[in-house]
T-cell receptor
Framework: DGGITQSPKYLFRKEGQNVTLSCEQN?????MYWYRQDPGQGLRLIYY???????QKGDIAEGYSVSREKKESFPLTVTSAQKNPTAFYLC?????????????FGPGTRLTVL | EDKVVQSPLSLVVHEGDTVTLNCSYEVTNFRSLLWYKQEKKAPTFLFML????IEKKSGRLSSILDKKELSSILNITATQTGDSAIYLCAVGNFGNEKLTFGTGTRLTIIP
């Protein structure tokens, strides 16, 4: 089955720790995205990547880092510099970088900072 | 800065009612407007509207794009409890690969 997987489903972190959220897709999509969702605020873009070894900051990149070493993988690291990391994190991908098309979403990771 | 506003923020109706959700936008170089349904986790795609496709319909759901008013509506007729979800509107523009999302409308259908 083709799709996007995210792991873990739930993640608990102590203050001051870095954590990495996994996102993998087997849709052969070029573009991948990370969003953060807080109650009442919709989806906000953290980082996105249109091609391997290249990525751009979104609207709320501070305190986060990403890498895109493989086409199918786009991990997100939440660093200790992120002041309020508790949120629901969604990964998405899109087929053609320059084409009109929808983004497909993974099931999400809920991160809680203790 | 691109902006997408959805209204109402929440809506509670009885099963069988018809609902209309609104989305207005301010973006440079508009390319497309997308509607998603989010029940518990991953948003699922409903419709994409562009200048060449301003009206879409699938079963009880339909959507129209008004490029003059910079807005879109999502209609759901004969609502069912399975329609309860958050409905997200997003807009894409030419020049980058980003979508700007609204805050969503939380729809609750009472049996």
């Amino acid at each position: 089955d083709g799709g996007i997987t995210q792991s873990p489903k739930y993640l608990f972190r102590k203050e001051g720790q870095n954590v990495t959220l996994s996102c993998e897709q087997n849709l052969n999509h070029d573009a991948m995205y990370w969003y953060r969702q807080d109650p009442g605020q919709g989806l906000r873009l953290i980082y996105y990547s249109q091609i391997v070894n290249d990525f751009q900051k979104g609207d709320i990149a501070e305190g986060y880092s990403v890498s895109r070493e493989k086409k199918e993988s786009f991990p997100l690291t939440v660093t200790s510099a992120q002041k309020n990391p508790t949120a629901f994190y969604l990964c998405a991908s899109k087929g053609l970088v320059q084409g009109v098309g929808e983004q497909f979403f993974g099931p999400g990771t809920r991160l809680t900072v203790l | 800065e691109d902006k997408v506003v959805q209204s109402p923020l929440s809506l509670v109706v009885h099963e069988g009612d018809t609902v209309t959700l609104n989305c207005s936008y301010e973006v440079t170089n508009f390319r497309s407007l997308l509607w998603y349904k989010q029940e518990k986790k991953a948003p699922t795609f409903l419709f994409m509207l562009t200048s060449s496709g301003i009206e879409k319909k699938s079963g009880r759901l339909s959507s129209i794009l008004d490029k003059k008013e910079l807005s879109s509506i999502l209609n759901i007729t004969a609502t069912q409890t399975g329609d309860s979800a958050i409905y997200l509107c997003a807009v894409g523009n030419f020049g980058n690969e980003k979508l700007t999302f609204g805050t969503g409308t939380r729809l609750t259908i009472i049996p």
